[in-house]
Structures are given as C-alpha cells and as structure tokens.
C-alpha cells in the first residue's frame, strides 16, 4: 500500500468507527477537568451584577470543558427572558444562559447540559429554580438540599428533568 492509498483507508476507516461511536449517547462523552470539547457548543451567559454565585456557576461549566462567554443583565432583569422561555414569574434568577438552541436557567449541573444536548431534547432549556445550596456555584452556601432540575417545555409547562 502507497502512502496515499493507505492514508485513503485511514480516513475511510475512522469514518465506520466514527460512523459506529457516534450514537447520541457517546456525543457528549465526560472529559477530564479543565479540557475543552470542541464540539460542545459554547455557553453565553447573562448575570447578575456582582454576583459570586453566577461567576462559581461559570467556572463550573468551564472545567466541564465548557467555553462560556459573560455579560451583565441590564440591570439584573430577566423579565424579557422569562417571557421568551416561559420561565415561571415566580421564580428567582441570579444568571441564565443560552447554550445551542438552549436556554439554562440558575444553577444548573454540568453534566444534564451535557445530557441535555446529546439527547436533543424537545424543550426551550432546563432549569434549577431557587439557588439550592449544594448545585453547582452554591457549594458551601449552607448544608446542600436536594432539588429539582426542571425541563422547560415549549407549552409553558414545567416537568422534573432530573434530581439531585
Ligand atoms: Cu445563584
């Protein structure tokens, strides 16, 4: 086999391995601390003014391997993104970002991003309300409490995504 033709069939193999692997369930495969994915999709993340919870939240998905860009909510409202996402008025946000053709809601686990967007879900996000302590960036804000990861859905209605 030439150089050429053998360069052929290492690219035409990878192709059937890739082809194989790359069922939904290993698209988003956990990476080690600190290495970024070139193939999640960035983060963009709006926050709170002078929030230490947002910005522990941020550094979280970054050493997820999330690449996560941030800006200051005008005034810390949400109010236009509660109508766009249909996230419950009640609910208390401290930062919310967009991920693909996602929305995250507060503090929301890495890893359900992850899941999240290897599963494709049809949602508008998902959501943590109320700032448990114990979820991501909330870590040693008082004893951690279980709590809800909610789906966001496109009829306004909200169901249990996962438990923490
Ligand atoms: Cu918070």
């Known amino acids: 086999m030439d150089q050429m033709s053998r360069r052929n069939w290492i690219a035409a193999s990878g192709g059937i391995l890739f082809a194989?692997?790359?069922h939904r369930a290993f698209a988003f495969p956990p990476l080690p601390a600190g290495r970024r994915s070139a193939d999640l999709p960035s983060v963009h993340a709006y926050l709170m003014p002078d929030c230490d919870?947002?910005?522990a939240w941020v550094e979280h998905l970054r050493k997820a391997g999330f690449a996560?860009?941030?800006e200051i909510a005008t005034g810390g409202d949400f109010t236009p993104w509660q109508k766009r996402y249909?996230?419950?008025p009640?609910?208390?946000i401290c930062h919310l970002a967009t991920v693909g053709?996602?929305?995250?809601?507060?503090?929301?686990p890495a890893d359900l991003v992850r899941q999240m967007l290897g599963e494709q879900p049809r949602l508008l996000g998902i959501m943590?309300?109320?700032?448990p302590a114990g979820s991501p960036g909330m870590e040693g804000m008082g004893r951690a409490q279980p709590y809800d990861v909610l789906a966001l859905h496109t009829d306004g209605?909200?169901?249990v995504y996962a438990k923490r």
Do not use: F
């Open 86 to 88: 249909r996230i419950p």
């Open 90 to 92: 009640a609910i208390d």
């Open 68 to 70: 996560v860009t941030t």
């Open 53 to 55: 919870c947002c910005t």
């Open 128 to 131: 943590v309300p109320g700032m």
């Open 101 to 108: 053709a996602y929305v995250l809601v507060g503090h929301v």
């Open 157 to 159: 209605r909200t169901t």
């Open 20 to 22: 194989a692997i790359s």
